[in-house]
């Protein structure tokens, strides 16, 4: 008899309430709306904000501000020392370690008892859901889900409290019925040296049952690359002959889709995207031949919506979601069961249908770099240049930086490309000093830069005198307001310099514009 049978039926009453997104999404963000601020009343934070005399959306908009983490650091800080009732009511045990801000290595985002449930874990189980109805004959659940996760350790002092990767505070309050079809045994999972977790990983699924994965693309392929060394075979479905299906999220996944097709080449493996992030859980690819994800409209999480044409100014438009507009890019802004008040998460979508809500992730409101997780921010850019050039006396003018993505091997790295007023006396000791700032001053690149297994280290690549100057021109964009894209996830802009930085440009004659000598 199959498990996967017996199972199947579970889902199918939420499958019912996902359906009305179709037709009820705003009538269910208005419930979500209505219970946070019945919530929210009992706190520090509510009474500050008025929410005792908050019934509408016009009353919140107008009693709570927009937030980024530095507004609710204070408030957080509290939480993690143990106060009761700040930003959510009752004592806050979890906090998931993510990516920094300006002006702090680690951000540590509040996970509630309500957060956990109504949004984190709902959002796996309704992956779940929309997979085997998109997959009527699936059988994922013959075998075991290969999950991977990060690691956690103790909150101050507080007994009972943790910080860590949201992956391992998940892993850590699981069902235990979970643990039967899961692997790897759950103190593996939780190690801190993925150096050792890969390899146990390796060994401990190379000859199970396994049917689905779970994880985020770089973490995952480097695992995979190593089941292959270990097992002596070409390809995953030699190993695993009933790996069916793949659900990413955390990092974009197309820089990583030609390596796993590499690697599993079976014509019925299935990938899904999600988009979930320390902050919460938001959406789920529900159909496979569309690549916008569904927007989850009934869990713990009130969205807003900032159009990128008024990000920035002081008093921004905001919608909620009945006031998007197709096609128009918008900074997201969530209200959650965690305690996250009006806050801007810093990610960018754009709505591709209204019937129900479904969208793509655009980007971030900054320059940023997260092809493999590190979220690079151009503040660490700037630091880590700044102490680079501190140390060696260089002077840089201009520079771009991005990501060259993982070769055969499962390598790759960081790619600047510097054009200095000053150059450094020893190009790979400025280099070096760079990576290692980078590292102090950002967690998760320092995570995934630990032991150079998931990214090596970083290369810097000397720019001509005149390089950017010349790129502008050649786009009639030198002088004014137009900037140098500092950091991005696409490799478009920096193999266009490359290009660029074998020969100088030289005028034609008017109407053909520039070209290279």
């Known amino acids: 008899m199959s498990l996967t049978r017996i199972i199947r039926p579970i889902f199918t009453p939420r499958m019912r309430k996902i359906e009305r997104y179709a037709t009820e999404a705003e009538a269910l963000q208005q419930q979500v709306m209505n219970f946070l601020i019945a919530e929210g009343a009992h706190t520090e934070y509510g009474r500050n904000h008025l929410l005792k005399h908050t019934s509408s959306y016009e009353d919140f908009a107008r ?25 959510w009511p009752g004592t806050v045990k979890w906090f ?60 101050y002092d507080i007994l009972g409290s943790i910080v860590g990767d949201l992956s391992a505070i998940l892993i850590e309050n699981i069902n235990p019925l979970a643990n039967l079809v899961r692997v790897p045994k759950k103190a593996t999972a939780l190690l ?11 060994r401990e699924t190379l000859k199970q049952h396994v049917t689905n994965l779970s994880g985020v693309p770089s973490w995952m392929l480097s695992v995979l690359v190593r089941v292959l060394e270990l097992s002596g075979k070409t390809h995953i479905e030699e190993v695993w002959p009933d790996l069916e299906v793949f659900f990413h999220g955390g990092i974009a996944f197309g820089p990583y889709r030609k390596r796993f097709q590499q690697l ?22 529900s159909d496979p031949a569309d690549p916008a994800m569904l927007l989850m409209v009934d869990y713990g999480v009130f969205y807003e919506f900032i159009p990128m044409d008024q990000y920035g100014n002081e008093s921004p438009k905001v919608v909620p979601l009945s006031g998007v507009e197709v096609g128009r890019n918008y900074a997201m802004v969530i209200s959650t069961s965690c305690g996250l008040w009006r806050y801007i998460i810093g990610d960018t979508v754009s709505f591709t249908s209204k019937a129900p809500y479904k969208f793509v992730i655009t980007g971030r409101t900054k320059y940023f770099i997260n092809a493999f997780g590190e979220e690079l921010i151009m503040d660490n850019a700037e630091k880590g240049l700044a102490y680079a050039c501190e140390k060696t006396g260089a002077v840089v003018k201009e520079y771009t930086a991005a990501p060259v993505f993982m070769d055969e091997r499962a390598q790759c790295r960081h790619q600047w490309l510097i054009e200095f007023a000053q150059t450094p ?93």
Request: proline share 5%; hydrophobic share 30%; aromatic share 8%.
């Open 63 to 87: 009693n709570i501000p927009l937030n980024t983490y530095e507004e609710l650091k204070s408030d957080i800080d509290r939480m993690r020392h143990g106060e009761s009732d700040v930003l």
């Open 96 to 155: 998931a370690k993510s990516s920094g801000t300006t002006n702090d290595k680690s951000k540590f985002i509040p996970i509630t008892t309500e957060g956990l449930q109504d949004t984190h874990y709902r959002g796996g189980k309704d992956v779940v859901a929309l997979y085997l109805q998109n997959n009527p004959k699936s059988r994922m659940f013959d075998g075991k889900g290969l999950i991977l996760g990060g690691s956690h350790s103790p909150n």
């Open 192 to 202: 801190s040296d993925f150096e050792v977790k890969r390899e146990r990983i390796a």
């Open 264 to 285: 599993i080449t079976s014509p019925e493996m299935h990938y899904v995207e999600t988009y979930n992030a320390s902050e919460g859980f938001f959406g789920i690819q």
């Open 425 to 517: 006396a020893d190009l790979t000791t400025f280099a070096r000093l760079l990576d290692l700032r980078l590292q102090e001053i950002n967690s998760d690149y320092e995570a995934k830069r630990y032991k150079d297994i998931t990214l090596q280290p970083l290369e810097v690549v000397p720019a001509r005198a005149g390089l950017f100057d010349d790129w502008l021109k050649q786009k009639g964009k030198l002088g004014g307001q137009h900037k140098v894209p500092r950091l991005s996830n696409s490799r478009k802009n920096i193999e266009e310099l490359m290009e660029l930085n074998k020969a100088p440009l030289q005028f034609t004659p008017e109407g053909e514009g520039l070209k290279a000598e």
